[in-house]
């Protein structure tokens, strides 16, 4: 699975949008671009996916580019509530599904 | 839907005692995986089952270490003995094969293990 990158931490105020950038630029065509979040004491949480296309569900939107070596989750309205850690993965569709989480992006959203 | 379901969710023993962690996947899902969470180590994929088999058990760090899936609404992941370096927070997830890259995976709330 491909290697990505993603700032440490990150800050964003209430009600604004925080956008949290990933860079993936080893990845394959034929992987898939997950976010995941983890709040404090909580399971990782699933948010969004995309392999090429843009993808907004209720959650966030997924910008990725047309070159797919980078892409950047948008949390359109940031609340007290989206602090947490990010994880950008990517992997292959279907096989195995494995999951490796990397460090992540500690988002940390303020009044 | 319940979600997964684990237990204990907090479990604190002495070193060199049997732990068990117990859970339970959502309804319908094929898949199930158990992960441990470190400070220093972060979150590590240890072994996962298709079907209750088991088809990948390399992150299990080392024979203390075990993990069944008797049926398809029930798994264990063992640890004899516990030894301090155990401590961390163990989750479990189920997903199920959709056939395409749709598979999200559905955490527990983990069990916060605390050898002594």
């Known amino acids: 699975d491909a290697k990505t990158t993603q700032p440490t931490s990150m800050d964003c105020a209430e009600g604004r949008a925080a956008n949290l950038p990933c860079n993936h630029s080893t990845i394959s065509g034929n992987e898939y671009v997950y976010w995941y979040r983890q709040i404090h004491s909580q399971g990782p949480q699933y948010i969004i996916h995309?392999?090429?296309n843009n993808e907004t569900n209720e959650m966030a939107s997924l910008i990725i580019t047309e070159d797919r070596k980078s892409s950047t989750l948008i949390l359109p309205h940031a609340t007290l509530r989206d602090t947490a850690v990010y994880y950008c993965?990517?992997?292959?569709?279907?096989?195995?599904?494995?999951?490796?989480f990397g460090t992540g992006t500690r988002l940390l959203v303020s009044p | 839907d319940a979600g997964v379901i684990q237990s204990p969710r907090h479990e604190v023993t002495e070193m060199g005692q049997e732990v068990t962690l117990r859970c339970k996947p959502i309804?319908?899902?094929?898949?199930l995986f158990w992960y441990r969470q470190t400070m220093m180590r972060g979150l590590e994929l240890l072994i996962y089952f298709n079907n209750n088999v088991p088809i990948d058990d390399s992150g299990m760090p080392e024979d203390r270490f075990s993990a069944k899936m008797p049926n398809a609404s029930f798994s264990t992941l063992k640890i004899q003995p516990s030894e301090p370096r155990d401590s961390a927070v163990y989750f479990c997830?189920?997903?199920?094969?959709?056939?395409?890259?749709?598979?999200?995976?559905?955490f527990g709330p983990g069990t916060r293990l605390t050898v002594l």
């Open positions: 993965i990517v992997r292959v569709k279907g096989g195995f599904q494995k999951l490796v």
């Open positions: 995309g392999l090429k």
């Open positions: 309804s319908g899902h094929d898949y």
């Open positions: 997830a189920s997903s199920h094969n959709s056939g395409g890259a749709g598979n999200e995976q559905f």
